[in-house]
């Protein structure tokens, strides 16, 4: 069976933004709350791309309270659809999602593991898509500063 995916790649672009882009459309927003509002849009790309701007705020937000020197994030998420022959309409038609998180800091993995599990539990959409579809959250540490996002 013939397996298409939906591919969304967000960064940190200036101050709090978020550049997300995808396969159909790109766009700039000031956090992942803007992103997170429109999730219930018909687009199953704006679905995935709300979970990475959640991810991408939450990161942010908890980095600042664990006192993380974070530069950037960068996201990745593929949604895996079950059925290629049909228009996915809701999360339950995603067979998996997988979501890789790159952040830009000088911290040692081990902190950014905490990093990263903090941001699991406080992520909403996260909590949604974790209900209706696995979704796993695969951390990378890029110790090149040239090739992070």
């Not at 687009?43 to 705020?57: K, M, V």
């Not at 000088?106 to 996260?126: G, M, Q, R």
């Not at 209706?132 to 890029?142: A, E, G, N």
Request: proline fraction near 3%; aromatic fraction near 6%; hydrophobic fraction near 40%.
């Amino acid at each position: 069976m013939k397996e298409d995916v939906l591919k969304v790649l967000g960064f940190s672009a200036r101050s709090k933004q978020f550049a997300v882009k995808t396969q159909s459309f790109s766009l700039t927003v000031e956090d992942g709350k803007e992103l997170v509002s429109k999730r219930n849009s018909e687009s199953q790309e704006l679905a995935l791309a709300a979970l990475a701007g959640s991810l991408h705020s939450i990161g942010f937000l908890i980095g600042g309270t664990l006192k993380l020197e974070l530069k950037s994030i960068q996201i990745e998420v593929q949604g895996y659809i079950s059925d290629p022959n049909k228009t996915p309409t809701s999360l339950v038609d995603f067979r998996k999602i997988d979501v890789i998180v790159k952040p830009c800091s000088t911290a040692s993995i081990v902190v950014l593991k905490e990093w990263i599990d903090a941001v699991k539990v406080a992520c909403p959409v996260l909590s949604e898509f974790k209900t209706s579809t696995p979704t796993v959250i695969t951390l990378v540490k890029d110790y090149e500063k040239i090739n992070v996002a």
